[in-house]
Nanobody, 129 residues
Framework: QLQVVESGGGLVQAGGSLRLSCAVSGRTFNRYTMGWFRQAPGKEREFVAAISWRGGNLYYADSVKGRFTISRDNAKNTVYLQMNSLKPEDTAVYYC??????????????????????WGQGTQVTVSS
């Protein structure tokens, strides 16, 4: 099973930017679709973005489309989430996760949490108004 560690969260003003990183251990990282999810206080965890194992397919929630960009570097076993034009409603704990099965893409957006099997501990993003 892959191990996932997120970093890069913090406090930023509305309109600002942050880049989250997700370091993944395991030689088979390049076989897995990776996703970002988030959970705001008092709300359920929701899908944010995903990227297929070679990076050719990208998926975004409507709420972040045009503002967030997901990417990956398979040589570094790392996934990134570039977040621009941040809004207070983007405040949440952001989680990185690996798809449960290799060589599987997202069937539909939003992606299902149940399809992802390796989760990180999360990184807090706070956007002040």
């Amino acid at each position: 099973q892959l191990q996932v560690v997120e970093s890069g969260g913090g406090l930023v003003q509305a309109g600002g930017s942050l880049r989250l990183s997700c370091a993944v251990s395991g030689r088979t990282f390049n076989r897995y679709t990776m996703g970002w999810f988030r959970q705001a206080p008092g709300k359920e965890r929701e899908f944010v973005a995903a990227i297929s194992w070679r990076g050719g397919n990208l998926y975004y929630a409507d709420s972040v489309k045009g503002r967030f960009t997901i990417s990956r570097d398979n040589a570094k076993n790392t996934v990134y989430l570039q977040m621009n034009s941040l809004k207070p409603e983007d405040t949440a704990v952001y989680y990185c996760a690996a798809h449960s099965s290799p060589f599987q893409t997202i069937a539909e957006v939003p992606a299902r949490e149940a399809d992802f099997g390796s989760w990180g501990q999360g990184t807090q993003v706070t956007v002040s108004s």
